[in-house]
């Protein structure tokens, strides 16, 4: 049987003995492309987009097929092969390199599915968050595999003005080579991806996270400043640190309780040895104006009091050979690992069971804030071939589960009344953003190079469709808080912190107390860093209106708040080079110090409008030199725009008390920014 179109359902369906393969309209100036190998009949899995299709304009004949959808164009040769061109610009998109597909069986029906396209002179941004330091990620070979500190959300965004999403959650990798692009799923059901048009960036992700979903309402208090430290052992310590920031009029927004807190993995409850009145500790906690967030995670200890309900009821995430278990972890009460489960998000019965667990173990108490830790999930060996998902074979659907983990706290929140929800979260795939997502770096060192690794990270993950993203100010592993070489870098980071779009503080600080580890509040890195850092939580808070602003625009258009200066300046050419500075909303230019010791900055300034720095006015388009003392954060501000909030002046806080400890927004005394002082106050 020889090739051919046809026309079924509005969709273009092109057809040979061995390939079936459908185009449809999706979304605004967007394609749903769908191949799999004829005679497959495998139910496709889980998958990201949730618009329905949109109607396209249809041609097909012997010479071949088009299908137009606004701006965008697919053309279908007689083998079925594609080419995606820009109607208005006449520009060739993307061209699938003929005979290169791949689709061959696998196992259980899956086939192993290779896609590839032809090379191109681009820029290539997104595929989630990962630690190379790279923005542009043209010449990396990118794992489609979650992992802590590596999150896979398979979209990437392209200067030639298009969107990609690789609609699979299985695991596998995209190489990004010089010679051509290549996706790879290792088990699936067929190829599904989804690609878009605009002539700008800002376009791409409205189109995208509207194919996709766009976050809720972001909170206020969200926009605030989140306390934590390893592990606060007790509610009584907790409450010491909540209310020696209260004693000290310094704006706390969030504290939370991290691991450990429960009886065993897999309880989702306070142990009430340490924790005897979670119910009054919220209150207390809400007197003062600040949120409580509980850690909670996805593992069950055989030991839990839950475990042989969920290993007989079916779930927990099986395995297709061995024991049941994913990981091995420390729990509560050992000190040597024990094997954990997990259970299993994909699948909704469970979802129900762990929220209703939730709800009484801690929402009841009044806690509306949940940090989805260790959500990837944490697998040692991580050997997805032998886990088993009720969606199906971890090979196929292994990048899934955050998504599914983060739906089962929306949905059961949602269902709850709640109106305000935000997950904390260390992975994420495409689409989590609708779930009220934010993702946060995961546990990397404190060091500079991990500082700068972030900046990258940090814009990758927001031109992924996820628009609350933070890290842990000073890094998570390391830092000792008397000495002046970290008191550096802890104020650095705080400087990039407060224009990231939550700002958190978080660290283990001393590794001699694996269960607990160091103060990590803000007086413990000695008097002048104090000094800096209080300055810094009050121009936070005189932000909140600006950042709510930004929110609300991610919320309805898809436009992240923090953004590198190609997605505002898209007709510059050298914005496009920039990959250490960024755009906090449309008025603040943000270019953090990321080298130890350096006390200026050399920092490029788009071209189309001047700019002001420290009252000083600077003309768009070139480079410029600043200095930059550790008192001072290099952020430029659009010539003309409305940044009174920079302005450092008395403000009440939460409790009224609060008061700006420095002449401006932006710099303390400089007679107090030196770290030769060890002691704390």
Known sequence: MGAGFSEEDGELVWRCESEEVRVQGWGADSFRVRMRRAGNRIVPGPQALINSDTPAELTHGPSGATVTNGRLLAEVSPE?????????SGKVLLQEKPRSRVLRHASGGLDRAELAFQPAEEKLFGLGQHQHGRLDQKGCV?????????????FLLSSKGYGFLWNNPGIGRVELGH????WV????????????????????????????????????????FWQSKLRYASQKELLSVAREYHRRGLLLDVIVVDYFHWPAMGDWKFDLNAWPDPASMVRELESMGIKLMVSVWPTVNAASENFNEMSSRGLLVQTERGVGALTRFVDTRSDDPVYVHHYDATNPEARDYVWEKIRRGYHEFGIQIFWLDACEPEMTPADHSNVRYFAGNGLAVGCYYPLANQQTFFDGLTAAGEREIVTLCRSAWAGSQRFGAALWSGDIPSTFEALRAQVRAGLNAALSGISWWTTDIGGFHGG??????????????FQYGVFCPLFRLHGVRDPSSAKSGGPNEIWSFGKPA???????????????????????????EGVPPMRPLFFDFPNDANAWKIEDQFFFGPDLLIAPVLEAGSTARHVYLPAGCDWSF?????????????EVPLDVVPVFTRRGADVSFLRAESIGGTNGQTKASSPTALSASPSKARFNDTTSN
């Open 80 to 88: 079925g092969w594609f080419t995606f061109t820009d109607v208005e």
């Open 142 to 154: 990118i794992d489609l595999a979650q992992r802590n500190t590596e999150v896979a959300i398979p």
């Open 179 to 182: 010679n051509g692009t290549r």
């Open 185 to 224: 799923a290792e088990a699936t059901w067929g190829i599904d991806f989804w690609i878009t048009a605009a002539e700008t960036p800002a376009g791409v992700l409205a189109n995208y996270t509207d194919a996709t979903g766009r976050p809720p309402q972001f909170p206020s208090w969200a926009a605030g």
């Open 480 to 493: 000792d808080n008397d000495s002046p070489a970290f008191r550096e870098l802890i104020v650095r980071w």
């Open 530 to 556: 104090e000094t800096i850092i209080i300055s810094l939580l009050a121009l936070r808070h005189r932000m909140k209106p600006y950042i709510l602003q930004q929110m609300k625009q991610a919320q309805h």
């Open 614 to 626: 420290r009252d000083e006015r600077y003309e768009g388009g070139g480079f410029v030199e600043v």
